[in-house]
């Protein structure tokens, strides 16, 4: 049996996918979660296997909780479900330790094979992801500039770009504000970008906000 957490900030998304895993009699959903905070609290408290994520939710978001997750449940298989194409992505979150990511337009059963393949410890790569980790293998001079940034770097880039506060963003992430102005410098050095409104032009120009 493959315990399972959903994370969604839609409640009408957890019913859904919990509805349709109870089709499978190997699959059980053990507990869910309406943002990134509730998610570590729910690997805290319950046992689980999967954990599959939503990345857009109110306050912490999935890329927030990512670190946090792999920090405090080692061992649990994160599968993002997201409705940002796998380009925008996918590469970073596995980086940063996702077990698995797919574009909420998928087929319902490939979440469940996704499921069960990083139920046994390993990582799905879609078809897409597939071709996503190809394109950069072969030509690395040419990946996007934040897919260059780290995961703190990374967080800090997001959070900027929707116009937070840098003392909102060092409470959000636990962070001093003197760490994340170290961030968004570091930010702005390897993008070669100058401003707040810059990292918003190119979040917004890429899809990587709303």
């Given at each position: 049996m493959i315990n399972i957490g959903i994370v969604d900030d839609h409640a009408i998304v957890r019913s859904g996918l919990k509805q349709f895993f109870s089709d499978f009699v190997d699959l059980r959903v053990m507990g869910e979660a309406a943002s990134g905070r509730e998610a570590i609290d729910l690997v805290r408290t319950v046992e689980l296997d999967v954990l599959v994520m939503d990345l857009s939710m109110p306050g912490q978001s999935g890329i927030d909780a990512l670190a946090m997750i792999r920090a405090k449940a080692p061992d649990v298989g994160i599968l993002i479900l997201s409705g940002y194409p796998e380009a925008h992505y996918a590469v970073n979150l596995i980086r940063q330790g996702a077990s698995g990511y797919l574009n909420k337009a998928c087929e319902p059963t490939e979440i469940v094979e996704a499921i069960r393949v990083i139920a046994l410890g390993k990582h799905y790569i879609s078809p897409a992801v597939a071709e996503l980790l190809a394109q950069q293998l072969n030509r690395p001079q040419d990946v996007a500039p934040h897919q260059q940034l780290s995961e703190r770097e990374f967080q800090v880039f997001l959070k900027l770009a929707k116009g937070e506060a840098a003392g909102d963003i060092a409470t959000a992430l636990s962070l001093s504000v003197k760490t994340v102005s170290t961030?968004?410098?570091?930010?702005?050095?390897?993008?070669?970008?100058?401003?707040?409104?810059?990292?918003?032009?190119?979040?917004?120009k890429n899809q990587l906000i709303d």
């Open positions: 961030y968004r410098t570091r930010v702005m050095e390897k993008m070669n970008l100058a401003s707040n409104s810059d990292l918003t032009y190119y979040a917004l």
